[in-house]
Every structure is written in C-alpha cells, then in structure tokens.
Nanobody, 114 residues
C-alpha cells in the first residue's frame, strides 16, 4: 500500500507555471512507477504522465513539451512541473502508484484562466 498527498495547485493565468508535489509513504515497492492523472469538470479522469523506476517518462500528447514529471532519489516525493499552462489544463490533479492498487488521494486543484 502507498499513501498519497498531493499539493501545489492553484489559480494561474494562461502561460503561467505551477509545480505539483505528491508526498509518498508506505511500501517502497509501490512508490516506484508513479503517474499523474487529471480530471476536468464533467470529464473522466485522464492520464497525464508517468515515470518508471529507472527514470523513463511518458506524457500525454496534450502536455508533451510543457510538463515534466520527476521523482526524488528516495522516491518519497513525486513532482509535476507544468509550464505554458492553458485553460484546458484546468482540473483536479492526482498522483497514483502504477504498481499497487491504492486509493486515490484527495487531489490538488489547478485552475488556468484565459
């Protein structure tokens, strides 16, 4: 099991930046292979990015070139650097373990105004 606490969301204007954080605790096995997801109002939750234990990363086409996922060496923190934000990036952002079936965290709200 892994416990997840997201933070760092906020309200920004289009073109701005935010850095999301996800504090991880629990099984070290579960804290490798992590991902970020988001859910816009009235929409289904969607994949944003993931990072594997050896550091390889994947991004959704909508965020490629603008967002960067990273994890600290101890794998206790997961980050999502979001640059050149667009109104369509608005939503609740969640981190998740891709190895373990743990409950979703409370998420952190990102609001981008035009």
């Amino acid at each position: 099991q892994v416990q997840l606490v997201e933070s760092g969301g906020g309200s920004v204007q289009a073109g701005g930046s935010l850095r999301l954080s996800c504090a991880l605790s629990g099984s070290p096995y579960c804290m490798s292979d992590m991902s970020w997801h988001r859910q816009a109002p009235g929409q289904e939750r969607e994949f944003v990015s993931n990072i594997l234990g050896l550091g390889s990363t994947t991004y959704a086409d909508a965020v490629k070139g603008r967002f960067t996922i990273s994890q600290d060496n101890a794998k206790t923190m997961l980050y999502l650097q979001m640059n050149s934000l667009k109104p369509e990036d608005t939503g609740m952002y969640y981190c998740k373990s891709d190895r373990c079936d743990s409950p979703w965290g409370q998420g952190t709200q990102v609001t981008v105004s035009s």
